[in-house]
T-cell receptor, first 115, second 115 residues
């Protein structure tokens, strides 16, 4: 079946630095990828929708200058958390739409801890 | 705007008992419907999905869900719960026309299983 890979699975960074999370569709082309954020014991909050070759569409309340999303190819989207602060610590999950079966596949998620 | 509600924040059942997790959605058209499961500290696993056709959908791990248009519901059921089913369950809705649209998650239901 289709697989979506996220990297890194866990990352710790210092406050003020930037960190990049990658989302790859391993065996299908994903024209659309989604980025979600999940706070502890909470549901998944959609941050943005990215389409290959175009700018991402951010949900209301999400700072696009802080959470940079790039969808440079049909198999790769990246989320860069710029000037990270402790409150950015969270679980970030990507998903990719495509493949056979007309469905959406989720990555395993990335734990970000900002210290 | 589309929305998803899961009325039960937390459910506790005995092992071997039957289970039903409720999900209601608000959407202008018939959405695509999903159920995901998330174990602590893990990513999401798709249990089942409904796009069209038979309103009773079979999924993995013995789960099934029934789409009821008149009630705007997509409840998840399992006839006999196993201790390993303890996890967080998310109902999600999406609208995919000619291209993929965003998927919105419900708040989740936490399932505990008593041995």
């Amino acid at each position: 079946g289709a697989v979506v890979s996220q990297h890194p699975s866990r990352v710790i960074c210092k406050s003020g630095t930037s960190v990049k999370i990658e989302c790859r569709s391993l065996d299908f082309q994903a024209t659309t990828m989604f980025w979600y954020r999940q706070f502890p014991k909470k549901s998944l909050m959609l941050m943005a929708t990215s389409n290959e070759g175009s700018k991402a569409t951010y949900e209301q309340g999400v700072e696009k200058d802080k959470f940079l999303i790039n969808h440079a190819s049909l198999t790769l989207s990246t989320l860069t958390v710029t000037s990270a602060h402790p409150e950015d610590s969270s679980f970030y999950i990507c998903s990719a739409a495509g493949g056979s079966g007309n469905t959406i596949y989720f990555g395993e998620g990335s734990w970000l801890t900002v210290v | 705007a589309q929305s998803v509600t899961q009325p039960d924040i937390h459910i506790t059942v005995s092992e071997g008992a039957s289970l039903e997790l409720r999900c209601n959605y608000s959407y202008g058209a018939t959405p695509y419907l999903f159920w995901y499961v998330q174990s602590p500290g893990q990513g999401l696993q798709l249990l089942l999905k409904y796009f069209s056709g038979d309103t009773l959908v079979q999924g993995i791990k013995g789960f099934e869900a029934e789409f009821k248009r008149s009630q705007s519901s997509f409840n998840l059921r399992k006839p006999s719960v196993h201790w390993s089913d303890a996890a967080e369950y998310f109902c999600a809705v999406g609208l995919m026309k000619t291209s993929y649209d965003k998927v919105i998650f419900g708040p989740g239901t936490s399932l505990s299983v008593i041995p």
